[in-house]
C-alpha cells in the first residue's frame, strides 16, 4: 500500500511539471530596469511620460507597458530610452528626453542628459549637471548622488 501511494505521487509531480511551460518567465532585470526609468523619466518630465524605445522587444514591451504608455515611434514619445543607440539617427526634437544604457554613449554624444546601465550585475544611474540645466530638467535631491560634474 506505502509503494502504490509513493508511485502515485511520484506520477502526480510528474505530471505537474509538464504543464509549467504554461506561464511565462519573468525577467527582474527588465522588470528592475522598467522600474528605475519610469521614476527616472516620470521626476525628469513631471508629466505622464510616453516612452519610445527603438527596437523593443515583446517581452520588454509588456514588462515596460505596465509602466508607461509604450509609443510605436520617436514622433510621439515624450521620453527616449535608447537602448540600441539607433535613436540618434531616427528621433529629432527638442520637446523629448534622451536616456540611454550605454556611458559611453551618454559621455560622447551631448542628446542624452543620462544613462542607466549594468556593471557588474549592479545597476548605475549617472546624469550630466550641464545637460540636466540645458534641457531645464530639476531633480529632487535624491538623484544628486548620481550627477557627475565635469564631463563635458
Same mark, same amino acid.
Given at each position: 500500500?506505502?509503494?502504490?501511494?509513493?508511485?502515485?505521487?511520484?506520477? +502526480?509531480?510528474? +505530471?505537474?511539471?509538464?504543464?509549467?511551460?504554461?506561464?511565462?518567465?519573468?525577467?527582474?532585470?527588465?522588470?528592475?530596469?522598467?522600474?528605475?526609468?519610469?521614476?527616472?523619466?516620470?521626476?525628469?518630465?513631471?508629466?505622464?511620460?510616453?516612452?519610445?524605445?527603438?527596437?523593443?522587444?515583446?517581452? &520588454?514591451?509588456?514588462?515596460?507597458?505596465?509602466?508607461?504608455?509604450?509609443?510605436?515611434?520617436?514622433?510621439?514619445?515624450?521620453?527616449?530610452?535608447?537602448?540600441?543607440?539607433?535613436?540618434?539617427?531616427?528621433?529629432?526634437?527638442?520637446?523629448?528626453?534622451?536616456?540611454?544604457?550605454? *556611458?559611453?554613449?551618454?559621455?560622447?554624444?551631448?542628446? *542624452?542628459?543620462?544613462?542607466?546601465?549594468?556593471?557588474?550585475?549592479?545597476?548605475?544611474?549617472?546624469?550630466?549637471?550641464?545637460?540636466?540645466?540645458?534641457?531645464?530638467? *530639476?531633480?529632487?535631491? &535624491?538623484?544628486?548622488?548620481?550627477?557627475?560634474?565635469?564631463?563635458?
Amino acid at each position: 500500500m506505502k509503494a502504490l501511494i509513493l508511485i502515485l505521487s511520484i506520477l +502526480s509531480f510528474g +505530471s505537474a511539471k509538464q504543464h509549467v511551460f504554461l506561464v511565462n518567465k519573468y525577467n527582474k532585470e527588465i522588470d528592475l530596469e522598467a522600474k528605475i526609468i519610469s521614476k527616472i523619466a516620470t521626476s525628469s518630465l513631471g508629466k505622464k511620460v510616453k516612452l519610445y524605445i527603438p527596437e523593443i522587444t515583446k517581452q &520588454e514591451q509588456e514588462i515596460y507597458s505596465k509602466h508607461f504608455k509604450i509609443t510605436q515611434n520617436c514622433e510621439s514619445a515624450n521620453f527616449v530610452f535608447d537602448k540600441n543607440g539607433i535613436a540618434e539617427e531616427n528621433c529629432k526634437g527638442k520637446d523629448k528626453l534622451f536616456f540611454t544604457n550605454n *556611458y559611453k554613449r551618454l559621455i560622447s554624444n551631448k542628446k *542624452y542628459y543620462g544613462a542607466f546601465f549594468w556593471n557588474k550585475s549592479r545597476p548605475n544611474i549617472v546624469f550630466i549637471k550641464q545637460r540636466l540645466h540645458d534641457n531645464k530638467i *530639476y531633480l529632487s535631491s &535624491e538623484y544628486s548622488q548620481f550627477i557627475e560634474d565635469n564631463v563635458e
